[in-house]
């Protein structure tokens, strides 16, 4: 199939990678000078089924798939949209990569086919995490929805289909609910930077990797499982939610966590971590994909 992607900046290469990697034909449009260079350097894997122009209507003339990764910007969004319903055959999908524009203020922009629009929002980088949120509109059709799951789906992702649309989607505001706490925490001085990634990387992060928050809490139950957890963990478990911060993002909060993010670094290079990271949870992803039911 020939793909489209729309904007070709960190998600934009990114998802190109995977398109390329799955054989599909990737036609790519950016209006930045310099962008085909910056995106043939950023793509890995075999480019000869890549192609650049800097004429939208052109790029999704005849795409089966578009995927739009523009700048985070409303209104930016809205004539880009409009050109690209314009323009696409008006049964491709058109998913957005935004994370955090609904799906139905995107569509507004589509005045010939709004029933094609959807958000479909990949975690960085799309090429190594299988995450994609799906998110319909008020006016997105059922099709769109299927044909955009089994898109992704073909593509070796996970996808998930959300049942309202949200600010950040499902997955950010899960991290989000953990970063409010973590934030609280360096706040009240009850642990350092350094000893809130400890406790998750080395700690419940491990098992998050591997299974959701909820089957975790079922395994935790033994033979009772999640509802014997619930009865004897359940009222202790409402009490700490009672407790839980909710911090403000003052100066001071900013300038502690940047300092003590300094400190737990101490002169380890971002760019090796990030290397190490990636091999990891490239290695990760494999040894899940040979698992039964991880
Ligand atoms: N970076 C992330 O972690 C992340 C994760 C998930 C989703 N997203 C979403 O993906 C989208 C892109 O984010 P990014 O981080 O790749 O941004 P980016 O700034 O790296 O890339 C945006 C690209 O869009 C191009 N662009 C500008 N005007 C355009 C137009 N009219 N038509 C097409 N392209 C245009 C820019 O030249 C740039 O190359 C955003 O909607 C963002 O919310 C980002």
Not at 28 to 38: F, S, V
Not at 51 to 57: I, L, P, Q, R, S
Not at 184 to 194: E, F, I, N, Q, Y
Request: hydrophobic share 45%.
């Amino acid at each position: 199939m020939k793909v489209a992607v729309v904007g070709s900046g960190v998600i934009g290469a990114s998802w190109t990678t995977l398109f390329l990697r799955y054989g599909h034909e990737v036609v790519a449009t950016d209006p930045a000078p310099g962008a085909e260079d910056r995106l043939r350097a950023a793509v890995t894997g075999d480019q000869t089924l890549l192609t650049f122009t800097a004429d939208v209507e052109e790029a999704v003339a005849d795409a089966g798939f578009v995927q739009e990764n523009g700048p985070e910007r409303p209104e930016l969004k809205d004539g880009l949209f409009a050109a690209l319903d314009a323009a696409a055959p008006p049964e491709t999908v058109l998913a957005s990569s935004s994370s955090g524009l609904l799906p139905s203020r995107i569509q507004q922009a589509c005045g010939a086919h709004p029933e094609r629009v959807l958000v479909g929002h990949p975690f960085n980088p799309p090429h190594l995490i299988p995450l994609v949120e799906v998110v319909p509109g008020e006016r997105t059709g059922e099709p769109a929805v299927e044909a955009a799951m089994a898109f992704y789906r073909s593509l070796g992702r996970k996808p998930i289909r959300l049942r309202q649309e949200l600010p950040g989607h499902v997955a950010n505001r899960l991290q989000a609910a953990l970063w409010r706490e973590a934030y609280s925490l360096v706040d009240r001085g009850a642990a350092t930077v350094s000893d809130i990634d400890t406790a998750i990387a080395h700690g419940p992060g491990l098992r998050w990797a591997l299974l959701g928050p909820f089957l975790n809490q079922h395994l935790s139950g033994g033979a009772g499982g999640i509802a014997h957890v619930l009865e004897h963990l359940g009222p202790p478990m409402e009490e700490w939610w009672a407790d839980l911060g909710a911090p403000s993002l003052t100066p001071e909060l900013a300038h502690r966590i940047t300092d003590q993010v300094a400190e737990e670094l101490a002169g380890t290079g971002v760019e090796s971590l990030v290397a190490e990271r990636d091999a990891l949870l490239t290695h990760l992803i494999e040894a899940k994909n040979r698992t039964e039911h991880l």
